[in-house]
């Protein structure tokens, strides 16, 4: 249970940014800021690395993961195949009704008030959302794995707010796509969506590490 209890509340302290991608960790630190025994911080560390959202290097120990060029593109690639994989289900599960619900609840919103790791967020549930509505257990359990390496991985401060309008306005058009019961363009607007998104990714790494 503490070992639970700190690998949830450490992967909290990365999504909320007050541990941040390529930081490394000190268990003593961490240990105390969670009033907890070092111990369950070790095995929650371990198992951290397990699912890729920590590292850990011989002789320097562990650090908070970094996403790399070659990982987005795989997540990117994974979870191209499973979103359009779903499309025909999710057409034929979601009404009109549930759309709109969608629709008002992702409706693109002021940028200042909102944070870079809200706003990461927030297009991670919007996806989810939808493919929710597939009811497929397995492949929502997936890509909602995909997600949250990206999302934990990659650093806020690299979006800008141009490609948050440019999200906004992609998910605007998929919806309609969806409404209308379109599996094709359905189909060719979350392929284009996932390979923008995966390229604006990859721009913004190698502009931050060149050579990398």
Not at 98 to 119: H, Q, V, Y
């Amino acid at each position: 249970m503490a070992t639970q209890e700190a690998y949830e509340r450490i992967k909290h302290l990365i999504a909320v940014n007050q541990l941040v991608p390529g930081q490394k960790l000190i268990y003593s630190d961490i240990a105390k800021k969670l009033n907890m025994g070092v111990t369950p911080v070790i095995q929650a560390l371990n198992r951290l690395e397990a699912s890729g959202l920590v590292r850990y290097e011989a002789n320097k120990g562990y650090f908070v993961g970094e996403i790399t060029e070659a990982e987005i593109r795989q997540l990117y690639q994974a979870r191209e195949a499973l979103e359009i994989f779903v499309i025909p289900d999710v057409i034929k599960n979601i009404d009109s009704k549930k759309l709109d619900e969608i629709a008002e609840n992702f409706k693109g919103k002021n940028c200042e008030k909102r944070s870079r790791r809200e706003m990461i967020l927030e297009d991670i549930r919007f996806h989810l959302a939808i493919v929710q509505h597939a009811r497929n257990d397995i492949i929502y359990r997936l890509l909602e794995s995909i997600l949250e390496q990206v999302y934990l991985k990659y650093r806020p401060e690299y979006l800008d707010n141009m490609r948050v309008k440019v999200t906004t306005k992609e998910h605007r058009e998929l919806l309609r796509c969806l409404k209308r019961k379109d599996v094709d363009k359905a189909t060719t607007r979350i392929r284009d969506h996932i390979r923008s998104g995966m390229e604006y990714v990859v721009g913004t790494i190698q502009l931050e590490r060149p050579g990398f």
